[in-house]
Structure formats: structure tokens, C-alpha cells
């Protein structure tokens, strides 16, 4: 997620045989940063819709340190070995992810039951935290299902097949439960139908742009991971302004 190439290689393959667990914790961490970063411009700016200044706070988090190798994985698969295009990808993604995140609402008119207190922390009060929240951990399983269905190859780099092999179907569907019982449990109040969308789509994202990610690159590879990651999670954040 985070490390460069170099350093990447210089990394034992057995260390990453496991990370899936890691993986997924991380993504909750990058939620709950999002999160508190979106809440700190809030307190500090108070503007009301559109939340312009938290959305280019998270955005720029974002775009420029949670999640820049996976834009620049996604912008270099659209662009392809042209420099300029390349960048015109970036640019465009990065529109994108900051005019979603500016379309986020406190959405506090909506009314929703309540649930027991063990399960508050997969459901803030507040209704754009939860899609904060959730965004990287569903990128983090589209990580984790495609590697699934897209196995190593002659291009797949060491440390990314170990990952594969020490990731079987029981973790994919254990790190499944996390995101889409939140999801379920978040978005009951927008109805049945944008219920389904919100909860479907970034399962259809995850495994269709994993297996066209990977066939486009020629095999699983890091890059392919990490594209397939920020597209689910834009998949996500889009389905969800579109189920409001």
C-alpha cells in the first residue's frame, strides 16, 4: 500500500504471507483518519453544504498520501506509457474523488432505528463518517477477492504472491463480513433499493476491476492490486451519492 518499489524488493516474501489481517486493519485506520480529519476542517471552517473545506481537506489526505500509490497505479493503467496522459488520468481521478467527497451531506433529516451499543462504532451518527469510514476497507477487500480469482504468474512479483497464497477464500470471506455488514447496518435508512446498490456495487467493482485490472496489466501484479483498490472504493462513493 504505502512502500515504494525498492523497497518493496527488499522486503522478505514470507513477511507479507499473512498480511492480509494487516491489510484490513490499516484500511480501518485510514478510515478513522479520514474521518477525524474531515471532523477537525469541519470545527475549524463551519460551512454547511456544500462542505467545500472538509472536502479538499479529505481530499488532498487522500489523494496525496493515504491512497497516491493506488491513484498513480489506476492513472497509469488509463494512461498507459504516454507521460501526458498519464497525468491527465491523475488529473481526472482526482476530480473525481474531490467532487464526490464535496457532494457528501450530514444527511440529518433522515430518521434511522437505533442500534445496540456494541455495533455504534460500525455506525456513527453522523451519515457522511460512515462512508469515510468505510471507502478504504472496501478498497482493502477488493485487494484481498481478486487475488482469488487472479493468481500468480511469471509477472507477479514475490512479495505479491506470497500475499495470494497466504490469502485463501475463509479470509476473503471473513474480511467480506466487516465491510458489508457496516454497509448494511449504515445505509438501512436510504431504503431497500439504494441499500442494494450501496452494498453491491463495490462488491461487483472489487471482483470485475480486479480480474479486468489484471488481465489489462497481464497477470496479477502490485499494480493491478493497488488500481483495483481506489476503483472500488470510487465505485463505492459513487453508489452511495446515487442511492441518496
Not at 70 to 98: C, H, I, K, Q, Y
Not at 170 to 191: E, T
Request: charge should be positive; proline fraction near 7%; aromatic fraction near 10%.
Amino acid at each position: 500500500m504505502t512502500a515504494d518499489e525498492p523497497r518493496l524488493a527488499q522486503e522478505p516474501p514470507k513477511r507479507f504471507a499473512r498480511s492480509w489481517w494487516g491489510l484490513m486493519g490499516l484500511s480501518v485506520l485510514w478510515g478513522v483518519v479520514l474521518v477525524n480529519v474531515w471532523g477537525a476542517s469541519w470545527s475549524v471552517f463551519r460551512d454547511y453544504d456544500p462542505l467545500i473545506m472538509p472536502a479538499a481537506a479529505t481530499s488532498a489526505l487522500f489523494v496525496l498520501w493515504a491512497f497516491r500509490r493506488p491513484l498513480a497505479a489506476l492513472a497509469g493503467v488509463l494512461g498507459g506509457r504516454d507521460a501526458a496522459s498519464r497525468a491527465v488520468a491523475a488529473a481526472g481521478l482526482v476530480l473525481v474523488v474531490g467532487l464526490c467527497l464535496a457532494r457528501l451531506s450530514a444527511d440529518t433529516q433522515r430518521f434511522e432505528q437505533p442500534v445496540p451499543w456494541w455495533l455504534q462504532w460500525l455506525r456513527p451518527p453522523t451519515k457522511l463518517y460512515r462512508v469515510l469510514l468505510l471507502m478504504p476497507v472496501w478498497g482493502a477487500w477488493s485487494m484481498i477477492v481478486t487475488v482469488q480469482f487472479c493468481r500468480p504468474g511469471e509477472r507477479t512479483g514475490p512479495q505479491v504472491a506470497a500475499f495470494a497464497r497466504g490469502c485463501g477464500a475463509p479470509a476473503a470471506a471473513v474480511c467480506m463480513a466487516l465491510p458489508l455488514v457496516a454497509s448494511l447496518l449504515s445505509f438501512r435508512y436510504l431504503g431497500q433499493g439504494s441499500l442494494a446498490l450501496v452494498s453491491g456495487a463495490p462488491i461487483a467493482a472489487a471482483i470485475g476491476s480486479g480480474l479486468a485490472l489484471c488481465r489489462h496489466v497481464g497477470g496479477l501484479t502490485r499494480r493491478a492490486l493497488l488500481a483495483a483498490n481506489v476503483t472500488t472504493q470510487i465505485v463505492f462513493l459513487g453508489s452511495y451519492l446515487a442511492g441518496r
